[in-house]
């Protein structure tokens, strides 16, 4: 295993850009509505073959790299949250930067998936907190900008310290973890304990927990977990990890499953129009959030 910061370009950006990853996670879990009524889903993929290698090479990074040091050593630096700060507003044009140019019809920028996410939701009556995480879900992408390599912002997220459930996608690259054969990590509970409640896992490292962090003391409870488990597929689809989980987990999992199909199938090739929603997502903002996000 190569160490973390000798890791050649083709091992920090293994994808042509994030979105990849979502594209591939779509493939995976289908919108369900439009297998029933036969839309075409291709009007939300954007390749034919059903992972491409790049996707596959992300997740072998992802899954060699993120052990349970690597996860303590990001906490321990992001959470001071000492890097940047700015205006909310700025906050969106600065996540933007990650816009991949290389890839002209590349999907729509960061900005528009937030706010398709946000007024699918909208749209459907959920309370005015959910839009809110629906506009901010992903403003932890911007790890990204702060020189992280795409498999420590992006991908199916899963608990360390422990046994990995073998329903995280591609679980054959766990054995390339350290933690693998580290006997302190490689039981059922590791450094846990029988339902210890997620709050005590350390999750690998990503934007979920990053905005969940930045967020938590703006939204309740049941928007946080939306936050900080949107991409724990092996929990909210695949219903691993019981042994971890406590009865507040067990209540809020309905909140996480409720958030994640506006986050998959709210993509629509044509943008929504900020100039006619601008007004009423200023109020919102001003009602939840600080004028100055850290970062
Ligand atoms: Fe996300
Ligand atoms: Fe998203």
């Known amino acids: 295993m190569t160490p973390v910061n000798k890791l050649s370009q083709a091992e920090i950006n293994p994808?042509?850009?994030?979105?990849?990853?979502?594209?591939?996670?779509?493939?995976?879990?289908?919108?369900?509505?439009?297998?029933?009524?036969?839309?075409?889903?291709?009007?939300?993929r954007n390749y034919d073959t059903p992972v491409r290698d790049t996707v596959r090479e992300f997740y072998r990074l992802n899954h060699t790299y993120q052990t349970y040091a690597f996860v303590q050593e990001k906490r321990a630096d992001y959470l001071?949250?000492?890097?940047?700060?700015?205006?909310?507003?700025?906050?969106?044009?600065?996540?933007?930067?990650?816009?991949?140019?290389?890839?002209?019809?590349?999907?729509?920028?960061?900005?528009?998936?937030?706010?398709?996410?946000?007024e699918a939701i909208r749209r459907d009556g959920h309370p005015d907190w959910m839009v809110m995480v629906g506009l901010m879900h992903d403003m932890?992408?911007?790890?990204?900008?702060?020189?992280?390599?795409?498999?420590?912002?992006?991908?199916?997220?899963?608990?360390?310290?422990?046994?990995?459930?073998?329903?995280?996608?591609?679980?054959?690259?766990?054995?390339?973890n350290p933690d693998y054969t580290d006997e302190r990590y490689n039981t059922k509970l590791g450094v846990y304990s029988q339902g210890c409640g997620l709050r005590n896992v350390d999750m690998s490292w990503?934007?979920?927990?990053?905005?969940?962090?930045?967020?938590?003391?703006?939204?309740?409870?049941?928007?946080?977990?939306m936050l900080r488990y949107?991409?724990?597929y092996a929990w909210h689809r695949e219903g691993e990890y019981e042994h971890l989980l406590d009865d507040h987990d067990r209540d809020m999992l309905k909140w996480v499953k409720l958030f994640n199909p506006y986050d998959l199938y709210s993509k629509n090739p044509t943008p929504p129009n900020?100039?006619?929603?601008?007004?009423?997502?200023q109020e919102l903002a001003n009602k939840y959030l600080p004028d100055r996000l850290r970062f």
């Open 80 to 118: 001071k949250f000492d890097k940047k700060e700015m205006p909310v507003w700025d906050a969106f044009q600065f996540l933007n930067q990650l816009v991949d140019d290389s890839d002209p019809d590349t999907d729509l920028d960061q900005f528009q998936h937030l706010l398709q996410t946000s």
């Open 206 to 225: 990503g934007h979920d927990e990053y905005v969940y962090q930045m967020m938590k003391d703006y939204l309740p409870e049941e928007g946080l977990y």
């Open 230 to 232: 949107h991409s724990f």
């Open 15 to 44: 994808l042509k850009s994030l979105d990849e990853w979502e594209d591939a996670v779509l493939e995976r879990y289908p919108d369900p509505e439009s297998i029933a009524t036969s839309k075409k889903t291709d009007e939300y």
């Open 140 to 176: 932890g992408k911007v790890l990204c900008l702060f020189g992280e390599p795409q498999w420590a912002v992006v991908g199916d997220t899963f608990p360390v310290g422990c046994a990995y459930s073998d329903k995280i996608v591609y679980p054959e690259y766990f054995s390339n």
């Open 274 to 281: 900020w100039n006619e929603l601008r007004p009423y997502y």
